[in-house]
Structures are given as structure tokens and as C-alpha cells.
């Protein structure tokens, strides 16, 4: 019940194109889903994140939807560009309590130029 | 400058020694977590602490111990290293006015 599951496990998009990626929880007391993007060798950095109470957040060419019914998540990159080749994990978090995260196994996005 | 550093950056060692990682936060976050990423597991949570002299352990907490004696540093200690240890260490800190969690920039160890 604890297990975020993440996919597809890799994505190749062409540049323009839309990067899809999808998550699903089953805890229904997770309340905070971040994404986080990780370039080779270095540390994950916080992208975006979102509350159940809306269905949607977006920052830029970054979208996450939300559905809280079917307990999903995704993440949409818009007009992907060879620089958000990266990793990128989806985590969710109760609020109250321990700020502990339980991450998705991770989709690495490649973006062909 | 304010962030999160770890030390060292790399550390080879042998199966059945101590090596200590370090972790070092300036934002007086009130929480730090110590994560493994293995490929095809992502990121799995090791340890964590809410304040000084607060630990608890995390999904993977075996063969490993923690301690926070300052609200900056949390030491993250392989107390006989094994090669199922070899993997890439990354402390993170966040806390109490957000949920975000800032991750420092990793240790590689590698277990011979």
C-alpha cells in the first residue's frame, strides 16, 4: 500500500514533442506528489509538485494532472527539448506527520534532438 | 554558500570496514533523509530524522546507523561495509514550514 508505481521505465520523445509519464498510489492518505527531475551525476532537484485539491499545476512547458479518484498522477513536459534529458521521479508524502516520501522507480526521458 | 554538501563525493572501501558518509545542511531544515538509488528501485529511503537526537529508520534501514547530535549534520554510518551496500547515497533535508526536500549532490560508494 505504501509503493508509488511509476512508468513507462524509459521514454524516447522526438524534440517538440510531448513527454507523458505516470504514476499511481494506493495509500489514499498521500496528500503531496512531487516530481523531481535528476540529471547524470548529480542530485534530484525538485520540478514541480501538486495537492489533491486541484486537478492540475503548471509551471512553464511542465504540467502535472492529478486524478484523485483514480489515485494517477502524471507529468506532462510540453515541447520537450534534448535538455530535459534526464531521469525523473514521482514521489508522494503525507502532510501530516514525518515528511517521508515514497518514490517512483524512476522514467528515464530522452529527448532526440 | 547555504545548500546541502556530502562527503566525500566517491569512496571505494572493502567488505567488512566502517565508512562514514557525511551530510551537511545551512538551511536549519528540521528534517534529513539519507536515500539509496539503485537502478530499478529509484530512491529508497535508508533513515531519517525530524530534529536533533530524533532518528527513525526507513523501508531499507539494515546495516546501517544514523546519528544527529546538530540540527546541520546527520552521519550516515556502514558499520561492515558489504558489496550489497555498493550503490549511490543521497542525503536530502526539508522542513517544517514546507514539504519540499532539498538533495545534496551524492556519494558514490562502491563495496569491493
Known amino acids: 500500500q505504501q509503493q508509488v508505481k511509476q512508468s513507462p521505465q524509459s521514454l524516447i520523445v522526438q524534440k517538440g514533442g510531448i513527454s507523458i509519464i505516470n504514476c499511481a498510489y494506493e495509500?489514499?492518505?498521500?496528500?503531496?506528489f512531487p516530481w523531481y527531475q535528476q540529471f547524470p551525476g548529480k542530485g534530484p532537484a525538485l520540478l514541480i509538485a501538486i495537492r489533491p485539491d486541484v486537478s492540475e499545476k503548471k509551471e512553464g512547458r511542465f504540467t502535472i494532472s492529478f486524478n484523485k479518484s483514480a489515485k494517477q498522477f502524471s507529468l506532462h513536459i510540453m515541447d520537450s527539448q534534448p535538455g530535459d534529458s534526464a531521469t525523473y521521479f514521482c514521489a508522494a508524502s503525507t502532510t501530516s506527520g514525518t515528511y517521508k516520501y515514497i518514490f517512483g522507480t524512476g522514467t528515464r526521458l530522452k529527448v532526440l534532438a | 554558500d547555504a545548500g546541502i554538501t556530502q562527503s566525500p563525493r566517491y569512496k571505494i572501501t572493502e567488505t567488512g570496514r566502517q565508512v562514514t558518509l557525511m551530510c551537511h545542511q545551512t538551511w536549519s531544515h528540521s528534517y534529513m533523509f539519507w536515500y539509496r538509488q539503485d537502478l530499478g528501485h529509484g530512491l529508497r529511503l535508508i533513515y531519517y530524522?525530524?530534529?536533533?537526537?530524533?532518528?527513525d529508520k526507513g523501508e531499507v534501514p539494515d546495516g546501517y546507523v544514523v546519528s544527529r547530535s546538530k540540527t546541520e549534520n546527520f552521519p550516515l554510518t556502514l558499520e561492515s561495509a558489504t558489496r550489497s551496500q555498493t550503490s549511490v547515497y543521497f542525503c536530502a533535508s526539508g522542513g517544517p514550514h514546507s514539504y519540499e526536500q532539498y538533495f545534496g549532490p551524492g556519494t558514490r560508494l562502491t563495496v569491493t
Open positions: 495509500n489514499t492518505a498521500f496528500d503531496y
Open positions: 530524522s525530524a530534529a536533533a537526537d530524533i532518528t
